[in-house]
């Protein structure tokens, strides 16, 4: 009876030795590449229990090939593009046909415009342009009144709808130079598109970043939630680390005008955003602004928004619609830091 347990006992030792070895390590895969005129990086955790998991250099080719897609339709810079081909078209109150994701965006970007009660406007293109932001050449001076007005005359959302029915998507114009410019929201959705698309093949233990819009979700290879630093703004090489946010199944954006800008004939740094209001490159003592949101599109949106409107009213937006925002401002003695009360939340 002895021998009979004894032998059960090594049985059951040898099966969990043979299993323990069986077993995978956990891994974390770190792929990039290049996108949208920036990088991507992608960090996903292999723990060796997905089935048919395709090997790293497949998935990456699924991820350039996602890209490719997003830009085809998005990108202002590729005269092929979705987004060309609508700001080309002349027509007004008549439907011209896009896929849903470029409906979903352009949709997403009109809420958008309401909550920041009009500061991100995606139909400031044309003033983009103007100030040497967008695929036009740079301008060594600033624009004049008369310029301004001019492309003025094609901007406001309001001239912009979108239709769903039938399984059909577009947009339509009320206004023929309409031109669109998703620059401020179109990374974010390519991060949460290549997020989706890990979830589809089992990964659900991700780090993806495009050209710093990023969504985290569940833990590291350390098993702790991913941390996303907040750099301090400064114009020179290298970056400063001003705080940690952990991130788990959230997106996250910054928008400040420490990066891009534009340096007129006097020596001044104009910032790259411009105010829909003003109809110029925004000036204001707000340096950054993070945001974290359910989405990376969604907060890569509303840090554009929210840096256009100023600390003091993009503080308030905040509060009222209940926005997780961390904001880096300066005054006389260097900078100072504010955030939200759904921010300071996520710091506990």
């Known amino acids: 009876m002895k021998m009979k347990s004894l032998s059960t006992w090594l049985l059951s030792a040898v099966f969990a030795l043979l299993l323990a070895a069986c077993e995978k390590e956990p891994q974390q895969v770190t792929l990039e590449g290049k996108t949208m005129g920036t990088t991507y990086h992608v960090k996903y955790i292999d723990d060796g229990l997905v089935d048919n998991l395709p090997n790293s250099e497949k998935i990456q080719q699924q991820i350039d090939a996602l890209l490719k897609e ?11 593009s979705q987004i060309s081909a609508f700001n080309g078209y002349r027509q007004v109150n008549s439907l011209f046909t896009v896929s849903p994701d470029f409906a979903y965006v352009v949709e997403e970007a009109i809420r958008l415009n309401k909550i920041t009660e009009g500061a991100l406007d995606i139909t400031i293109g044309p003033l983009v342009n103007l100030w040497g932001f967008g695929p036009d050449k740079r301008l060594n001076k600033e624009p ?18 979108v239709v769903k029915s039938d399984h059909q998507y577009g947009l339509i114009k009320q206004e023929p ?6 620059s401020s929201i179109a990374k974010g959705f390519g991060v949460d598109k ?24 569940g833990k590291n290879l350390h098993g702790k939630p991913w941390q996303i630093a907040i750099e301090k703004p400064t114009f020179a090489q290298g970056q400063a680390i001003e705080t940690i946010v952990p991130l788990d199944n959230k997106g996250f954006a910054t928008s400040g005008n420490y990066r891009n800008y534009f ?26 602004i993070t945001v974290v949101a359910d989405t990376s599109m969604t907060a890569d949106g509303l840090s554009t928004g929210l840096f256009v409107l100023g600390p003091e009213k993009a503080l308030e937006v905040a509060e009222r619609e209940k926005l997780a925002i961390f904001m880096i401002i300066k005054n006389g003695q260097g900078y100072e830091t504010k955030m939200s009360s759904e921010f300071d939340k996520l710091t506990k």
């Open 263 to 288: 340096e007129d004939e006097h020596g001044n740094r104009l910032s790259h955003i411009i105010d829909p209001k003003q109809l110029k490159p925004i000036q204001h003592n707000l340096a950054s």
């Open 144 to 161: 004049t009144a008369e310029q301004i007005a001019e492309r003025a005359k094609s901007v406001g959302i309001d001239k912009l709808s």
């Open 194 to 217: 290549v997020a989706r698309h890990l979830e589809t093949l089992g990964l659900h233990h991700y780090l993806v970043e495009i050209g710093g819009e990023l969504r985290g979700k």
């Open 70 to 80: 997003v830009n085809s339709q998005m990108s202002t810079y590729q005269k092929d």
């Open 177 to 182: 130079n309409l031109y669109i410019d998703l």
